[in-house]
């Protein structure tokens, strides 16, 4: 039998007949209508600053695609989509791609991108990669994979389109905020991706658009359905990296910025046939010029969006330029630095909140880009040894980090420390950032490391990276240390946290490279007037573009400078990460990690001296069980032991690396300790939090508020309110618990009188009703809220029943399991009932007994 959806070959057959007949009708037919069409010379638009006048309908129609004539095809492949499994859909519009020629398969490009990436606005799914997984949907799966693959039959449509230079539309409203804001002001974005593609509206039209290439088209949905689809409410627990979105982001990366070899070339619209060229970046840049800055602080307006004409053999890159930039502007280029700097107001608002999953895909291309730079041939990382023989896939090798990642990311990384909640989802955030400070372990010599700790220092020739993001491992830390102190750290997954932070930091050499990089930076700066001219100025573009590099800035200080002002800018206040106030917030972390520590012992003691302590009779229902409840400050009374063993490593661990980081001695630790007033009592469990005495009882200090939040002190709370009153618990059964206070209250309200009679008498008698019909220890009660005290003192509890006890859950099985026991020793229920009776009267009459001479014995 043939597989399900897929039919017997000669249905096959049929079906492919029929199918190539329809589609012939409509070629044959609209061929019919496009001979209608008046003939016109084509020729080049021209840009005009608030305009654009085409001179051609067909060029129009390109520009403006609900200008253009019904596609019958276009037609036919929406009724499909409706009608038709997405097994058949799929080699419909693989039969599709290759038959039909770039004039008709143009009409359907837009309509098959949204339809696989969904709307821009959020309200078509598409194909929801990312909730499809392989061993979830492993048929659908399988086929979106090979139909989206870089080699696969979308890419082919690409291309075949690409060699026609046709145009798309894509509104300037769906781009991040800053670029949207750039744009609408009429002001030209920094990145080249959108210079000369900007589109006014013409009259009477609405919106900005750009106009982008097939290739730019397909990129810009692909990377932007990361952001404007969201998830389905039932696929919240789906594993990001298991995603078809995710894999294909990683097969992208490495098909476009490979890491040995170049990048593959376009594929061929027909098999045999030549190669289809790709269009030229728009407008080319050279490459020499990447890892320069922009000295001038003058934005170039939109109308002036000139082309400069590059070497050819830089047309062999452009894809793999055109998906980084798009890649990063799409994920990264949320916030400019003025927004950076308005966000730093409590009162300001979050314009853009990223995602977990947004976060994870971020940490794959920076670890990808990593890998892609580190490719570089040791002749070639130097600027220095740059010769005629580099090519361009070199050149843009290494400066793809610096020119096109580093501000940007350094921005969405403040926003993030800044931004994101204080639980353990901040950990993919810390994975992302933690990826990009350390290159080398994405360099080739990485795998011929041992595992020795010996191996691990950090290479000197990672001196120039740490030293270029200098920002990135000095203020980014501290921001850490601030999120830290903020934390609970007997959690086992923020003790986590702090541990790799600091592992990663004291790396051997790699905290000596950071103070270098620091004394740089602070070192005086004496002025040489052709220095600055000699870094930042742009290469001639006379003769081969790579003869014009730059000679080497050897003065690291200026580098290290230039760096932190182009992300900070001119006016900003360096903290160094090796002074005095951020030594103080590393001492204060390790007194926290200290004081984790002991709390984590001092909850894994409780726990098991309440389980170890608990009398047998609790679980039967004949002892008063706590009914203040349990104070549950962090994780580790769900996952027990283990979770108590590992917060002890990573806290321990980490106040190791710390030490070695800071140079902190076991005295310094000790005398802070002291001085913080941070020391337990004797049995290291019952401190209360730092107070002061006020007219209505204590008042906390701000370090008792921090103590509390971060569970490393706490009240002892008690319910002090009438016990009958008490919310039900989840031991209770609330329906019987209510009657049974109902049943109790109209007793107590009939016999008040002969049970303070009872109560009063002096002689054996009046203990043993005392003792059932008085709360024990009520007047001996320590009332800490000067609210419950008053209304204690208005409010005089005399004798009362209670059968609350007979609601709970344990004190029913205790009863039902003594009458099975009683029935295998053949004794019935009445003589049974009569037994516990008998039973407890006993109990009650010797715990009067104690209770009464413990009275005599304290008076």
Not at 178 to 195: G, M, T
Not at 330 to 338: G, I, R, T
Not at 362 to 379: C, I, Q, T
Not at 499 to 510: E, I, M, S, T, Y
Request: aromatic letters at 12%; charged letters at 20%; one cysteine or more.
């Amino acid at each position: 039998m043939d597989e399900p959806g897929c039919g017997s070959v000669r249905e096959q057959g049929r079906r492919d007949t029929a199918l190539s007949w329809k589609y012939s009708l409509f070629w044959c037919l609209w061929a019919s209508v496009l001979k209608l069409l008046p003939m016109q010379a084509s020729s080049k638009k021209e840009w005009f600053p608030k305009v654009a006048v085409f001179n051609v309908p067909q060029e129009a129609a390109m520009a403006f695609p609900h200008l253009q004539q019904p596609s019958f095809l276009l037609a036919s492949l929406k009724a499909d989509s409706v009608n038709k499994p997405f097994a058949q859909r799929c080699q419909d519009l693989v039969k599709v791609i290759e038959d039909f020629p770039a004039k008709e398969l143009h009409a359907i490009f837009p309509w098959l991108v949204e339809s696989i990436f969904g709307s821009l606005d959020g309200v078509l799914v598409g194909w929801n990669l990312r909730c499809l997984q392989g061993r979830v949907s492993p048929v659908e799966y399988s086929i979106a994979m090979e139909f989206l693959d870089p080699g696969g039959p979308m890419m082919k449509l690409v291309y075949k389109l690409q060699a026609e230079d046709y145009k798309f539309d894509f509104p300037v409203s769906y781009l991040p905020g800053p670029v949207k804001a750039s744009i609408q002001e009429r002001v030209l974005p920094d990145s080249p991706l959108y210079h000369n593609k900007v589109q006014f509206p013409p009259t009477g039209g609405l919106g900005l658009n750009l106009a982008l290439n097939p290739f730019e088209y397909y990129m810009f949905f692909f990377a932007l359905s990361l952001i404007t689809q969201k998830p389905l409410p039932g696929t919240l627990h789906i594993r990001t990296s298991d995603c078809a979105y995710f894999i294909l982001v990683d097969r992208y990366l490495s098909w476009f910025l490979p890491t040995e070899g170049s990048v593959l070339p376009a594929l061929s619209s027909s098999p045999g046939g030549p190669n289809p060229s790709p269009a030229p970046r728009t407008p080319t840049m050279p490459f020499a010029s990447y890892g320069l800055h922009h000295t001038s602080l003058l934005k170039r307006h939109i109308s002036h969006q000139t082309s400069v004409n590059a070497d050819p053999a830089s047309h062999e890159i452009w894809r793999s330029e055109t998906l980084l930039q798009v890649f990063v502007e799409m994920w990264l280029h949320h916030y400019s630095l003025e927004m950076y700097q308005k966000m730093q107001s409590p009162h300001a608002k979050e314009s853009f909140t990223p995602t977990e999953e947004h976060v994870l895909v971020v940490r794959l291309l920076l670890k990808h880009l990593h890998a892609f730079s580190n490719s570089l041939k040791p002749e070639q990382v130097s600027p220095s040894t740059h010769s005629h023989a580099t090519s361009p896939l070199e050149e843009f090798k290494r400066a793809a980090v610096p020119r096109f990642v580093q501000q940007k990311l350094y921005l969405f990384l403040q926003h993030c420390f800044g931004h994101w909640p204080l639980d353990a989802s901040f950990r993919a955030v810390l994975e992302m950032w933690l990826s990009y400070l350390q290159p080398w372990r994405y360099a080739p010599e990485k795998q011929a490391q041992s595992s020795d700790c010996l191996a691990r220092c950090v290479s000197e020739r990672w001196a120039p990276f740490v030293q270029e993001n200098l920002l990135m491992y000095t203020k980014l830390f501290v921001g850490f240390l601030s999120r830290a102190l903020r934390t609970d750290l007997v959690s086992p997954k923020n003790a986590l946290m702090v541990f790799r932070v600091a592992k990663v930091f004291a790396q051997p050499n790699l905290a000596e490279m950071i103070q270098k990089g620091e004394q740089l930076f602070l070192e005086p700066e004496l002025v040489i007037p052709h220095r600055q001219h000699r870094l930042f100025t742009a290469p001639t573009f006379t003769g081969s573009f790579l003869s014009s590099w730059p000679p080497a800035v050897t003065d690291a200080s200026f580098k290290v400078k230039s760096h932190v002002y182009s992300l900070e800018g001119q006016d900003c206040k360096y903290t160094p990460m090796f002074g005095p106030e951020v030594r103080t917030l590393v001492l204060r972390l390790a007194q926290l990690i200290t004081q984790a520590k002991q709390t984590a012992k001092s909850i894994s003691d409780q726990c098991g001296e309440s389980t170890a302590g608990r009398p047998f009779l609790s679980w039967l229902g004949f002892c008063s069980t706590d009914t203040n409840g349990s104070y549950a400050a962090n994780d580790l009374d769900e996952m027990g032991q283990d979770s108590v063993r590992k917060t002890d490593e990573y806290l321990e661990k980490a106040l190791e690396y710390l030490c070695q980081m800071f140079r902190l001695s076991e005295a310094q630790l000790t005398q802070l300790t002291l001085a913080l007033g941070t020391t337990q009592d004797e049995n290291g469990k019952k401190q209360l939090p730092d107070c002061v005495v006020g007219e209505d009882g204590l008042i906390l200090t701000p370090l008792g508020r921090y103590q509390i939040i971060n569970g490393l002190r706490r009240f002892d709370i008690e319910y002090q309110g009438d016990s009958e009153l008490q919310p039900i618990r989840s031991y209770e059964i609330a329906s019987l618990v209510r009657v049974l206070f109902r049943l109790s209250s109209a007793i107590n309200r009939r016999f008040a009188g002969p049970m303070a009679a009872l109560c009063s008498r002096a002689d054996f008698l009046g203990s043993f009703c005392r003792y059932h019909l008085t709360e024990p220890g009520l007047a001996d009660r320590h009332l800490l809220s000067p609210v419950a005290r008053g209304c204690a003192a208005r409010r005089p509890r005399g004798p009362r029943l209670s059968l609350r006890f007979l609601g709970s859950y344990r004190t029913l099985l205790s009863l039902l399991l003594a009458f099975f026991v009683a029935s295998l020793f053949c004794i019935g229920p009445l003589p049974c009932a009569l037994l516990l009776v008998l039973g407890y009267l006993l109990y009650a009459v010797a715990m009067t007994l104690l209770t009464e001479r413990s009275k005599l014995h304290h008076l």
